[in-house]
């Protein structure tokens, strides 16, 4: 009998045809055992790095100490990572590339969320750092230099299809610095269907589960979501199917089924555009346009919740008004280490004579929510 492993199809990443690492290493003794591709070694390497621990204290709408049962960017990427994954065996792609890179996508992301980002962005710039601070450059940067985990490199040493799935988007000025990783931004040509899978699997777990939290949060409402096609819709059809049920099963049957929906569309229509193509190699899938996509219809109805979300919910003053404070607390601890390099720790000490502002930025990316908010609390109470 033959047993039916999951196949790759032939436009699949495989580790067997992959670019490789940056440094040579040596063999392991235990390799020889070891029954795990490069792809699957570099999701281990991700899970075991401080970077991936310190998303468990990172925020991305809430802060983190809001309630229990927000999601944190520690959440946020095992869903991420689930949604990818169930994309990806259904089309018959390398579901541990995918895992990779759902796990490592948001490494790079500052305290406070898009508020952190943008107040370290200003400060670099300000400070004559041209090329400010974009996460994800700094989540590859995490991955290539900042995690100290081996003695033969700096980073975690992984495979190009799963850096540069990390790198999802780049400024043509960074791009020209990265050497192979950076190529496709100057080319314009496509990354890995892994790599894309990845993107859009992002995007349906934080429109998802942002839903579930800003009601939970009160921030928004469900009258205010009925003008959002794709909840209402389902909404109305699980009341109707589900009389009585209460409200807040009633939401998460209502936010399963937009996340199902969303998924298979994507795969109903990805399947189809390769097909469309003739797209039968990864080569193929590099050197034409985007290939996993949503339908028209659905796109449209992804956007508009995703509009909502903005005004409604990320813009909502009582938000706006933590994120506030967020980046004031980012503006303070830069300007800090910036005026009292004493301040850094030893090891960013070091590397702020060598690498000038960018150290700042490193120490300050890699801070959770709460040691920030501490840090700030030691200088502006001495200081
Ligand atoms: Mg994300």
């Not at 029954?35 to 999701?43: E, L, T």
């Not at 991936?52 to 999601?71: M, S």
């Not at 339908?295 to 956007?303: E, G, H």
């Not at 702020?352 to 501490?374: C, E, H, V």
Request: charged share 25%.
């Amino acid at each position: 009998m033959v047993i039916a492993y999951a196949r790759l199809a032939p436009y699949a990443s495989s580790f067997a045809q992959s670019r490789g690492r940056l440094h040579t290493e040596s063999e392991p003794a235990y390799r020889s055992v070891d029954q795990r591709d490069g792809f699957q070694r570099d999701r281990d390497r991700i899970v075991h790095s401080n970077a991936f621990r310190r998303l468990e204290y990172k925020t991305q709408v809430f802060i983190n100490y809001e309630g229990d049962l927000f999601r944190t960017r520690l959440t946020h990427s095992l869903e991420v990572a689930q949604i990818a994954r169930s994309i990806a065996r259904s089309l018959h792609l390398n579901e541990d590339l995918v895992e990779a890179i759902s796990l490592a996508h948001d490494l790079g992301h500052t305290p406070f969320g898009h508020a952190g980002q943008d107040a370290l962005h200003a400060a670099m710039k300000a400070s004559g750092a041209e090329d400010g601070f974009e996460h994800n450059l700094q989540s590859l940067r995490v991955v290539d230099h900042l995690e100290q985990r081996y003695a033969e490199f700096d980073g975690l040493n992984l495979c190009f299809e799963t850096r540069e799935g990390i790198l999802k988007h780049c400024s043509m000025k960074n791009a020209q610095t990265l050497g192979e990783v950076g190529q496709r931004f100057i080319l314009r040509s496509q990354p890995s269907l892994e790599a894309q899978v990845c993107n859009l699997a992002d995007e349906i777990a934080y429109n998802n589960h942002d839903v579930d939290d800003g009601l939970r949060s009160g921030l928004i409402t469900i009258d205010q979501l009925k003008e959002v096609d794709l909840f209402a819709a389902h909404w109305n059809e699980v009341l109707r199917k589900h009389q009585g049920l209460a409200q807040k099963r009633a939401v998460h049957e209502t936010i399963r089924r937009m996340i199902s929906t969303l998924v298979l569309d994507l795969v109903i229509c990805t399947k189809s555009r390769l097909y469309d193509g003739q797209i039968i190699s990864v080569e193929a899938v590099r050197a034409t346009e985007p290939l996993v996509a949503f339908t028209d219809a659905t796109k449209a109805a992804s956007l508009q919740l995703k509009q909502f979300l903005r005004t409604r919910l990320y813009r909502h003053t009582a938000v706006a008004e933590k994120m506030n404070h967020a980046q004031g607390v980012v503006q303070t601890l830069f300007a800090a280490y910036q005026h009292q390099p004493h301040l850094l720790p030893d090891e960013h000490k070091e590397n702020q004579q060598k690498i000038g502002l960018r150290a700042i930025s490193d120490y300050i990316a890699g801070m959770t929510d709460r040691f920030a908010l501490r840090e700030f609390d030691k200088l502006t109470r001495t200081g």
